[in-house]
Every structure is written in C-alpha cells, then in structure tokens.
Nanobody
C-alpha cells in the first residue's frame, strides 16, 4: 500500500484545512487509517484514526471537537478536516494504514506510512 497525504499549507489561527490521504496498491477499505503529526523537536503523536468500516473513529483530546476524519472507500481516500486551527497544530501530518479492521492510537501498530504534509498555523 502506498499512501499520499496532501493539502497542507499555511493558514491563520482560526482557519481550516482539509487533508486528503490517497491510498493505492490495495483498497483503503481493507485497512484502518490513522493520522499522526510531528512538530519540530517533538515526538510523533496520534491525531485521529478510523476503522475499516468507518464506523469507529478516535481522536486525541487536543483535537476533539475541532478535527474530523472520514473515508471514501470507493475513491480510496481518507480525509482529515481541521477546523479552528491553532499555532500548536503546526506540524508535519502523516497518514498511516494498518492491516486490520480496527484502528488504534499506537503508531507502532501501523504498517504503511505516507510522506507527510506540512501544516503551519500562524498566530
């Protein structure tokens, strides 16, 4: 599975961005998908994840109520919608696929990773 995250950019605080993650090689619907982010000098951290069916979603407390994950299995796409962005959301955002029906918050449980897309939020 190859993953391609895109849609990053520079946005002012309070703004929004939508990051698509495109999966190729095998249908994304056979995998749980997670989003992680890594800020400079920080550890990679969990953001959100969605099960293969789309019926279960998980969010980090820091983004709950502001971010939303969804998937379009027919197009092999998973979307991360980010609203009310804050400077502390600045990071490289990665999507990852797990060879399981069930999503998890643990980065080590994901088998495939995209290259990341930079999100910068100015104050």
């Amino acid at each position: 599975v190859q993953l391609q995250a895109s849609g990053g950019g520079l946005v002012q605080a309070g703004g929004c961005l939508s990051l698509p993650c495109a999966a190729s090689g095998r249908p994304s619907s056979r995998y749980a998908i997670g989003w992680f982010r890594q800020a400079p000098g920080e550890e990679r951290e969990f953001v959100t994840a969605i099960s293969w069916s789309g019926g279960s979603t998980y969010y980090a407390d820091s983004v709950k109520g502001r971010f939303a994950i969804s998937r379009d299995p027919a197009r092999n796409l998973v979307y991360l919608r980010m609203n009310s962005l804050q400077p502390e959301d600045t990071a490289v955002y990665y999507c990852a696929a797990r060879s399981s029906l069930v999503a998890t918050k643990e980065a080590g449980q994901y088998d495939y990773w995209g290259q990341g897309t930079q999100v910068t939020v100015s104050s």
